[in-house]
């Protein structure tokens, strides 16, 4: 078999890396397993590609969970990264290389990075006052939060003050807008450049890069009582991983990256305050990044508290690496949110895999073996009817232009379009079987010829299949091949390009490559594994502490709820009309995906009363109703155990 020579160039795509907060849920698998399928397509055909993924250790957010676990950060990081490394290891990611923020090749070049845009003039000493969210590690100015609260997640945000340094990034503003203008594919998909151009246009203000709150990060250099801001740190990762500046082998070789594949929430900084900061370094930008959707499950983002996070270890080990794989980049369409169920998950599974490819493999492998002595027939025709004829040339063309439609799917990162290209080669495989029924034609020795045709035919189109599945899953692809008794040949994507490659391999039948599922059985006992969350499992996350003072300088007070209806204006919030003594009250609340308006009425509640009088969406809030997150099932809870009098008032 001839050799093809890899000489389409270097092909660099990158994985956030992940914070080691908690153990990885389906959703972190979901991005690394794109960029496996990706990394694994571009080297098959023919790029020399580095994929890197990794751990983001450092951060205020660490070092609480840290603190909780009553442990040291390092010690706590180290714990969590070692079991995200045997989930890569389990699934059989390809990444060439796995970076922690934590170790010294990335902390120095951090460093480096930072000197050198202080060089340039884009870091100055200032002091920060704002809005912070501490499990974002961002902070927000008043007008960017979303009904009061982060608009990254929803979460509650405080006001904090410190002496920091700050990056300029205003004044790379045009720089950017320029860059989303002359080069649209920049940032993919178009709705997320949309948003970022919308973004920058409000004004963008300079960043604030330290931290001296907490210690848990890389120094800043020339002024040790700070730390680094944890995202200038992390993004940073993408070339201190490739040796920037001391030992830039790779760097030369790869740098500029072609994708870095990010989330959705995540787009912001990979798009604008990382190429800022290249730009500051007179470092050359990424080609390009690619914001992917989320996976959603009861119709929310997973979360601890909920009890709802998805542990691929446990699918992996009910249903195998290779149908997961197959499940999450089938089924979602890239940069789209889609939702996950067990029961969406099985049927695919079932359908595509034991169904349509495993059908596939185990008919086209046993007939061989029953009616050819299980050598593959060469190739023939065996037939002059024109019907017959048609299928031939059907599943020819189908089989042999399939691998150009999936690369033009890839180029896109339309997993699931590039894979359905190929399901429709299964599928017409498998209706070409019951057209030509070799059984039939296995009665008649005249018949003979036509059925070596149909069993060569079969058999080239499986080949084509097996290298067309390689880049999502590897081991079922080797499988096949093992199957077809070219285990032992070099895997070339070229050869998905002709339809005559076997005569006279001989095949091997294995055990079924998917068994089917029994789905309602599998749903009882996925159910029965999730079990209650318990709040001892779940570490409490908490703000940062506050004093007597600051907490004294809140009244408090009990009220009761007259009315409440939704914002006419915002889907998110509820329209409170709340009595406290004489005085009646509106009060807003982004409380409406949690509560039905008519929960509340009558219902006492408490209210911060002394709070500034605000404006969301056009409507006057004079105070805050305090509702509380539970620990155990992760509502919000806010009732108060009184009783109301007569006249409405409440009695304490
Ligand atoms: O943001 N659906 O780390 P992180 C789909 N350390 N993808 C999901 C997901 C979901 N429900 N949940 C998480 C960080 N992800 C930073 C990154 S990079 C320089 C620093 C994926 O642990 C998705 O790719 O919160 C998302 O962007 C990433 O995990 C966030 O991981």
Redesign the pocket.
Known sequence: MMKMKKDKGTYYIS?????P?SN??I??T??TVMADAMARFKRLSGYDVHFLTGT?EHGQKIQTAAEAAGMTPQAYVDQIVDGIKDLWETMEISNDDFIRTTEDRHQKRVKQLFMRMYEKGDIYKGEYEGLYCTPCESFWTENQLVNGACPDCGRPVQEAKEGAYFFKLSKYSQALLNLFETNPNFLQPDTRRNEMIAFINQGLEDLCISRSTFDWGIKVPLDEKHVIYV?LD??A??ITALGWPDEPALYDKYWPADVH???K??VR??SIIWPAMLMSADLPLPKQVRG?????IDGG??SKSKGNIVDPVKLIERYGIDALKYFLLREYSFGQDGIFTNEIMLKRMNYDLANDLGNLVSRTVSMIEKYCGGVIPAAGVGTDNPALLETDKDLTEIAISAAAKVEEQMDKFQFNLAIEEIWILVRRANKYIDENTPWVLAKDEACKERLDAVLHNLAESLRIISLLIHPYMHTTAEEIRKQLGIGATEILWDDAFVFNRLDGQKVSKGDPIFPRLDIDKELAELEAMKGTPKSDNIPLELKPEIDFETFDKLDMRVGTVISAERHPKADKLLVFQVKMGTEKRQILSGVSEFFKPEDFIGKNVIVVANLKPRKLKGMESKGMLLFADNVVDGQLRFEMVTTVAEDGNPVT
């Open positions: 994985t956030p890396i992940y914070y907060s990885l849920h959703g972190h979901y991005c983001d995202w992390a993004l990762n993408y594949l990010v989330g929430e995540i900084f990979h992917h959707g989320w996976l959603l983002k997973m």
